[in-house]
């Protein structure tokens, strides 16, 4: 018996939890006798005939084609397709069963994962502070020392050595700019996160602030050249210092490349909106940790081209912070700044980041 008809052996043996014997693997529409790759030709349903209990049965394996584009492009967009699939076919009358779901291991067994109920992740424990400590320690006791400045340009510059590495890959690029756009987590999930009937942005402003956002993919799409390294979610939450400007991030979010702008706008959003808690503008300590955090990223990076492509992803990142659901009781003239700025930065062919508090007055929206 060749080595893929023992690990189908041993694995439908496991799946129903009796000994089988498999007579034949075949792909489907496989031309007689075309010859079978080593393993399973990924993308490509195959037919097997097995004995159980004295009876021949047949089941069809398939698994999703390695492509780019469509949202297929990493093995967890696939792996969510089969489980999804697995637990959607059989709620559905008159809809083939799917019996398992399951994955092939690198060295070619199969493995069955039809009893997953919710996936975890364990990852090492990492000791240090959470970095919005210092923000909150800041805002709350005006306490700023040099450590704060360091630790703005320690983040920058992990920021300027990340995102020199490019990648490329045109539909991962094409993806980014969509989900910053279309995806739950981002941009117009964000909108539909937002109460009906919600006082500072209407319906309408919703409406039009995502068709600015719309022509702004359109924008950014022939950029693909910019594809990066990213972190993806590099807010002051998901930053751990400890002493000096040593520090360790948690969160990867939303895949391993892209647009180099997410990263910085995340964390320069976080020292605006602290600010605007404080002072009701871009001012004081957090000021210079903006201007340090901004200057030091462009001067060393030399990506001033960014401030033409930024202003959606801070459109995104101030959403985020304007919302109900994570600040209750932000105060009213904070978030009518963060909608002015998100209205006014938008509509910016280049973003001014040594003037960013003439985003925060109102747009002539009305
Ligand atoms: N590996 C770790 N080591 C130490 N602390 C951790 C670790 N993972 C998480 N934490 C702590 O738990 C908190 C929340 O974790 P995590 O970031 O995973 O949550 P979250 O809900 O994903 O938040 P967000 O997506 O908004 O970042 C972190 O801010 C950190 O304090
Ligand atoms: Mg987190």
């Known amino acids: 018996m060749d080595g893929r008809s023992e690990q189908v052996r041993e694995y439908l043996s496991d799946v129903y939890g009796k000994p089988v014997e498999v007579i034949r693997i075949a792909g489907m529409g496989a031309e007689p006798g075309e010859a079978e790759l080593k393993g399973f030709g990924y993308g490509r349903p195959y037919v097997i005939d097995f004995i159980l209990e004295g009876r021949v049965r047949s089941v069809v394996l398939s698994s999703m084609r390695v492509q780019k584009g469509f949202g297929h492009d990493t093995f967890a967009d696939r792996a969510a397709q089969m489980l999804w699939s697995n637990a959607a076919f059989n709620t559905l009358p008159r809809h083939v069963r799917s019996i398992d779901a399951g994955y092939f291991t690198k060295d070619g067994r199969l493995k069955s ?22 923000l909150d320690r800041i805002k709350e006791s005006g306490f700023f020392s040099g450590l704060d400045v360091e630790r703005a340009v320690a983040l920058s510059d992990y920021l300027v050595y990340i995102h020199q590495q490019k990648h490329d890959d045109r539909a991962l690029w094409d993806r980014r700019v969509r989900e ?33 956002c719309v022509a702004w993919r359109w924008k950014l799409k022939p950029r693909y050249e910019r594809l990066c390294v990213v972190h993806g979610d590099f807010h002051p939450w998901n930053i751990l210092f400890r002493n000096g400007p040593d520090f360790t991030l948690l969160d990867r979010s939303r895949g391993e ?101 003439r985003y925060l007055k109102k747009a002539g929206r009305r």
Do not use: H
């Not at 997953?116 to 424990?125: Q, S």
């Not at 941009?187 to 996160?193: E, F, P, R």
């Open 257 to 357: 490349y892209g647009e180099a702008a997410d990263d910085v706008s995340c964390m320069s959003l976080n020292y605006l909106f602290y600010s605007l808690q404080k002072y009701g503008r871009l001012d004081g300590e957090f000021k210079e940790l903006w201007d340090r955090f901004m200057e030091n990223y462009l001067v060393r990076s030399g990506d001033f081209a960014m401030l033409q492509i930024i202003q959606p992803f801070y459109a995104f990142r101030a959403l985020v912070v304007a919302s109900p659901l994570w600040y209750p009781t932000l105060d009213a003239e904070v978030r009518v700044k963060l909608f002015n700025f998100i209205d006014n930065v938008l509509a910016a062919g280049e973003f001014d980041y040594k003037d960013v508090n």
């Open 180 to 212: 910053l756009v279309g995806s739950g987590e981002c941009i117009m999930g964000l909108a539909d996160s937002y109460p009906d009937g919600f006082a500072y942005y209407s319906r309408d402003d919703f409406e039009r602030m995502e068709k600015a």
């Open 113 to 134: 994962a039809g009893d997953a109920d919710e996936f975890f992740i364990l990852m090492e424990r990492v000791s240090g502070i959470e970095y919005y400590r210092d």
